[in-house]
């Protein structure tokens, strides 16, 4: 069964950075794609981008490119999404989920990690 | 990127009887559409993939039609579990984008 941990609430002030983590377990971590996806108060679910759990590529939303990173360590099985130059805008509930590098759909998505973005 | 439009926003609904909620893309997707279950305090749940393919487990209540820019998810008669919000998304085009949702009530 595809499960997945992700790390604890976060409240940071505006400005800062956070990294939001995922622990997956019940698949091969390396053969698939992990997507992260968000969802602020009142608004529709919104893509960043995925990485490809196997060899590290990545790929990006346009909207996040210059301000997230992916990155993963596949001997923990776990994927770390690393968001900078927090705003209020970017509280949201963050979500990863597996997918694959090609447009599927996501099938298994954890429970989301609430960051909070507030001085 | 495609912009989903689904509607209504809410739907109220008695139990046993018949939902049917729509999806409307800005651009031809294909069949490249699948739905969600969200219920609250959960992670969203793929219901279908494709436009019409039930994922692993889905009762066949739930089905799914349409292709090109115009969809529907039919639940033909609503359980209790089946109170939720639902989401439409497409993966035909990058960036991967998401509708807004159709709640379902318990009229």
């Known amino acids: 069964q595809v499960q997945f941990v992700q790390s604890g609430a976060e409240v940071k002030e505006p400005g800062a950075s956070v990294k939001v983590s995922c622990k997956a377990s019940g698949y091969i971590f390396s053969n698939y794609a992990l997507h992260w996806v968000r969802q602020a108060p009142g608004q529709r679910l919104e893509w960043m981008g995925w990485i490809n759990a196997g060899n590290g590529d990545t790929k990006y939303s346009q909207k996040f490119q210059d301000r997230v990173t992916f990155t993963r360590d596949t001997s923990a099985s776990s994927g770390y999404m690393f968001l900078t130059r927090l705003t209020s805008e970017d509280t949201a509930l963050y979500y990863c989920?597996?997918?694959?590098?090609?447009?599927?759909?996501?099938?298994?998505w954890g429970p989301g990690t609430l960051v909070t973005v507030s001085s | 990127e495609v912009v989903l439009t689904q509607s209504p926003v809410t739907l109220s609904v008695s139990p046993g009887d018949r939902a049917t909620l729509s999806c409307r893309a800005t651009q031809s997707v294909s069949s490249d559409l699948a739905w969600y279950q969200q219920k609250p305090g959960q992670a969203p749940s793929l219901l279908i993939s494709g436009a019409s393919a039930r994922s692993t487990g889905i009762p066949a209540r739930f089905s799914g039609s349409g292709s090109g820019t115009d969809f529907t998810l039919t639940i033909s008669s609503l359980q209790s579990e089946d109170f939720a919000v639902y989401f439409c998304q497409q993966y035909n085009n990058w960036p991967l984008t998401f509708g807004g949702g159709t709640k379902v009530e318990i009229k």
């Open positions: 989920a597996r997918g694959y590098v090609d447009s599927r759909p996501l099938a298994g």
